[in-house]
């Protein structure tokens, strides 16, 4: 809580938590967690390794007890359990049970507006080295295997898509992963709208980026302040609704108070500097950037397609078809970096 007021007074403006041990979730623990925070003025996000309902409740009672107007909240929990199985290899439960919770969870969440409790992330595609065009394709997959599930178990389209957030890594390509998240809005309210929403707004994409791991380095640490800086910036350009910027140094060692300060000043520099807060889609009409887009999105439009015609996400997994293709990336990408064929800085250059 402490720490969580400090870096409120040095320019966050969206809080993420997390819970390593899902057996202190309680009314009382949130309480404290959040004491002396303006909730409706800050956004809330929670990641645990279970316990979602809980959180849930928990979070509930201590807004309530705070006397926070429930409207005005903004706050996500990130359950995943595809996602979870795909980077772990199994689930604490079976695969439908963990789906029948997740479908519980949406209707719980769906009592508190701006409440977001499904969380597909790519994250695992992309620090596994899959490229941008692969990672757009499976999390799209991802989002979408989630929201079959939940509208065939009476679950609005409305409800289930607004429901979802959606978290990218991005990588260091920087015209690509801008092109990656404006491909990603336009391919999502196209698999939404699949599904007869009522109201064209459920389409709208909601983006949480995250600067990748892959291309970070350990004997040159702080080149790591150039890529995440660069990336951040395809972030904002590209249209993420908020950003996580990783020290420098989180890949070898706890980040110090130099390395987290680093990290929130590169996001501010972006805004108060940069002024990239001002304009909604600052790459729309650059030729380059409309083609790439398009581009990008129709070659993840086909992986996507060919995923569904596996039967889906979870078949595919099942199958191994996405661990198979992602594995060819992979063993591509550190060939070419072994051979120098593809340089990075401060690893093989």
């Known amino acids: 809580n402490l720490r969580a007021l400090e870096i409120l007074m040095k320019g966050v403006t969206s809080l993420g938590f997390i819970i390593d041990n899902p057996e202190t979730i309680n009314a009382e623990n949130i309480t404290l967690l959040l004491s002396d925070i303006h909730c409706d003025s800050v956004e809330l996000n929670f990641t645990s390794a279970g316990k979602a309902k809980e959180l849930m409740a928990a ?41 029948e919770y997740l479908a519980g969870l949406a209707r719980e969440s769906a009592k508190m507006p701006g409440l977001k409790c499904i969380n597909p992330s790519g994250t695992v595609f992309s620090n596994a080295g899959a490229g941008p065009v692969a990672e757009l394709a499976f999390t799209l997959s991802l989002g979408n295997e989630y929201m079959a599930y939940l509208t065939s178990h009476d679950i609005s389209p409305d409800i289930a898509a607004s429901l979802i957030k959606f978290t990218f890594g991005i990588g260091p390509d920087f015209f690509p992963e801008i092109a990656k998240l404006r491909a990603a809005r336009m391919l999502w309210a196209i698999i939404v709208k699949g599904y007869g929403p009522k109201s064209e707004m459920s389409a709208r994409m909601h983006i949480h980026s995250v600067t990748g791991r892959w291309n970070k380095t350990l004997y040159d640490p702080y080149v790591n302040m150039l890529r995440t800086q660069t990336e951040a910036m395809s972030a904002v350009l590209g249209g993420a609704d908020s950003i996580t910027v990783e020290p420098f140094d989180v890949f070898f060692r706890d980040p110090d108070n130099f390395s987290e300060r680093i990290a929130r000043n590169q996001q501010l ?64 990408r550190k060939g070419d970096v072994g051979k120098r064929r593809e340089t990075l800085l401060g690893t093989n250059q």
């Not at 439009?301 to 992602?326: D, H, P, R, S, V």
């Open 59 to 99: 979070l509930q009672s201590a807004l309530r007890a705070s006397g926070t107007d429930m409207k005005r909240v903004h706050a996500g929990i990130a359950a995943d359990p595809l996602g979870r199985l795909m980077a772990n290899g199994k689930l604490c439960v079976p695969v439908e049970e963990g789906l």
């Open 269 to 332: 520099l972006l805004m108060e500097e940069s002024h990239l807060d001002k304009v909604a889609d600052p790459g729309a009409g650059s030729y380059y950037i409309e083609e790439l887009t398009a581009m990008i999105a129709r070659e993840a439009w086909t992986i996507f397609l060919g995923t569904e015609n596996e039967g889906g996400f979870l078949a595919a997994m099942q199958k191994g078809i996405i661990q198979n293709k992602i594995n060819s990336a992979t063993s591509a």
